[in-house]
Structures are given as C-alpha cells and as structure tokens.
Nanobody, 120 residues
C-alpha cells in the first residue's frame, strides 16, 4: 500500500499563507488524491480533492477561493496552497489517496498529518 507523508504545516497569522505537500511512496497517478482536516474536538472533514489527470478539482465551501490543490504525477506528490488563512482553518491536515468523488470516502491510506495553526 502507498505510504503518504505530509509536510509544510506550521504557525501563521490570519491572512497569511502556507503550502502543504504530500509525498507518496509509490505511484499515485491513477488515483483521486485528497486533503482532509481535523480540528480539536471535531470530526475529520473533507477539504479538497483532485482527479488523476488534474482535470477536475473539488473543494469544501469553507475553503473555496482560498485553497488550491495540485499534483505532480511524475514526482508522486500532491500539494495544497492555502491563502487568506483564518483561525478556523486551524487543524491537523491529512493527505489521502483513492478518494471516492461522490462520497469523499477514502479507500486508500492516510498520511500521519501535519499541524496548521492560524493565530488571530
């Protein structure tokens, strides 16, 4: 099974930007890739996903217009550019592969997560 490792999290002030990266141990070019997040005391929620050829991207309403997901199949990486960050974006962010577009279920594996903290 493909292993995923996220990086790029950190502490940023509201209005700032961060770029998260997810490196896969194997080939991910045929899978829908996604980012999810879990805030303290809340369930994990969908953030964004991207189809295998980058032809289609999908976002949660809460991040639409501020976050951009992208992928590089040659490097087996997926990224999440986060702009105009808000305190409510504070969460642990997870990368996942083999995401079902209709339900956002994850049939593949998850990364270990990277912490994003946005101060007001």
């Amino acid at each position: 099974q493909v292993q995923l490792v996220e990086s790029g999290g950190g502490l940023v002030q509201a209005g700032g930007s961060l770029r998260l990266s997810c490196a896969a141990s194997g080939r991910i070019s045929t899978y829908v890739m996604g980012w999810f997040r879990q805030a303290p005391g809340k369930e994990r929620e969908f953030v964004a996903c991207i189809t295998w050829n980058s032809g289609n991207t999908y976002y949660a309403d809460s991040v639409k217009g501020r976050f951009t997901i992208s992928r590089d199949n040659a490097k087996n990486t997926v990224s999440l550019q986060m702009n105009s960050l808000k305190p409510e974006d504070t969460a642990v962010y997870y990368c996942a592969y083999d995401v079902v577009l209709s339900t956002k279920e994850v049939y593949g594996s998850w990364g270990q997560g990277t912490q994003v903290t946005v101060s007001s």
